[in-house]
């Protein structure tokens, strides 16, 4: 059984950085798709970031673009999203999803990806 576990989320100031790591366990699969979502309250869950491990192929969301990075350390089985020049709208739940099938990779769509972490919660005071 595939299982994202999500760490590294916390309080911090606008301006400031935080690293999420992802650590999948059960996970036999060489190639695969991963990606970070967010989910403020009252909001629609959001794809911030994806890249297909084969690859390198990225995408990453305008509006985190050029503050979000995702990358992967293989020999660990994690994923991480480096947040830098974080600002309050950046508060939200964030989760690691993981596809080992489909249609498009790299993807923000909720419905590509089957595995999903617990979330951890990232707030930024202004």
């Known amino acids: 059984q595939v299982q994202p576990v999500e760490s590294g989320g916390g309080s911090v100031q606008a301006g400031g950085s935080l690293r999420l790591s992802c650590e999948v366990s059960?996970?036999?699969?060489?190639?695969?798709?991963m990606a970070w979502f967010r989910q403020a309250p009252g909001k629609e869950r959001e794809g911030v970031a994806s890249?297909?491990?084969?690859?390198?192929?990225?995408y990453i969301s305008d509006s985190v673009k050029g503050r979000f990075t995702i990358s992967q350390d293989n020999r660990k089985n994690t994923m991480y999203l480096q947040m830098n020049s974080l600002k309050p709208e950046d508060t939200a739940m964030y989760y690691c999803?993981?596809?080992?099938?489909?249609?498009?990779?790299?993807?923000?769509?909720?419905?590509?990806?089957?595995?999903w972490g617990q979330g951890t919660q990232v707030t930024v005071s202004s």
């Open positions: 059960g996970n036999t699969y060489s190639r695969y798709c």
């Open positions: 999803a993981i596809a080992h099938a489909w249609t498009y990779c790299p993807s923000a769509r909720v419905q590509e990806y089957q595995y």
């Open positions: 890249r297909h491990t084969g690859t390198g192929n990225t």
